[in-house]
């Protein structure tokens, strides 16, 4: 059986896992196999299975960065939990590449593909009977060099404070409009697919993926009426942070 020739590609990533999902994972590698896809491993991911797997895996190629999925189009298999399929999605970033998530834990949000679901959920994949669901990736710009290449996430971006004893002062504009000065221990700017994590523990809305919308959150808010916020995501929203000290 052969895959769409767009998707023959197929990019493992993990980390590590329980042993007792050895036996999940050496299915996965099966039914690639009977699939006759062309598999590259994320190399530590390849590093922790020579050490957990009687197969031998140094014939599969080795992806290290995002660079190496430059011009390549595939897909990738993300091996853990939401967390890994996170760190994921930092390798992939802008590229064409969707990331399916298979579960060797607890069932999560993100990768969703539980252990009993692997056979039938990989059968659909490699046969293409499957949808994409589009992500926003929200994207921040400071005034110093603080974030390099991963000025981006998938989840959210927090302002925080680093002295345990007191608030510090956001003020925040949108489009360079005044919004509003926020005093708190900080402030969350979450994606649709990150109104689900901190943002909602501090009172967040869950919002709907495709929604085009983002979450400002405070983190324990000086004011008890001020309350999160969702506003347009092709809007610029500007920070600027003071602490008591005027740090």
């Given at each position: 059986?052969?895959?769409?020739s767009?998707?023959?590609t197929?990019?493992?990533f993990?980390?590590s ?10 299915l ?7 699939y006759?896809?062309e598999i590259l ?10 050490g ?5 895996l ?6 290290r ?33 969707p ?7 607890r ?13 039938r959920?990989v ?9 994409i669901?589009?992500r926003?990736?929200?994207q921040?710009d ?6 390099g ?14 002295d ?12 360079g409009l005044?919004?509003n000065?926020?005093?708190a ?16 523990s ?5 919002v ?13 808010p000086h ?6 916020l ?8 500007t920070?600027?942070?003071?602490s008591?000290?005027?740090?």
């Amino acid at each position: 059986m052969k895959i769409p020739s767009d998707y023959r590609t197929i990019y493992l990533f993990g980390r590590s896992f329980d042993a007792k999902f050895l036996p999940s994972f050496k299915l996965v590698l099966q039914k690639l196999a009977e699939y006759e896809a062309e598999i590259l491993v994320f190399q530590p991911f390849r590093e922790f299975l020579n050490g957990s797997l009687s197969e031998d895996l140094s014939g599969y190629p080795l992806f290290r960065s995002y660079e190496d999925l430059k011009g390549r189009p595939g897909l990738m298999l993300s091996i853990g939990g939401d967390g890994t399929f996170l760190e994921a999605s930092t390798l992939v970033r802008d590229l064409p590449v969707p990331i399916a998530g298979i579960n060797s834990g607890r069932l999560g949000f993100l990768a969703d593909i539980a252990q009993e679901e692997i056979s039938r959920a990989v059968d659909s994949i490699l046969t293409g009977d499957w949808d994409i669901q589009e992500r926003t990736l929200i994207q921040v710009d400071c005034d110093q060099p603080l974030f390099g290449d991963f000025n981006f996430a998938l989840n959210e971006i927090t302002v925080h404070k680093r002295d345990d004893s007191s608030m510090i002062r956001i003020n925040a504009s949108l489009d360079g409009l005044y919004l509003n000065t926020y005093w708190a221990d900080g402030l969350i700017v979450a994606t649709p697919t990150g109104s689900t994590a901190y943002s909602l523990s501090v009172g967040g809305p869950l919002v709907l993926p495709g929604t085009g919308t983002f979450v400002l959150s405070p983190i324990a808010p000086h004011h008890l009426t001020v309350r999160p916020l969702i506003y347009r995501d092709n809007l610029r929203l500007t920070l600027q942070t003071r602490s008591r000290s005027g740090n």
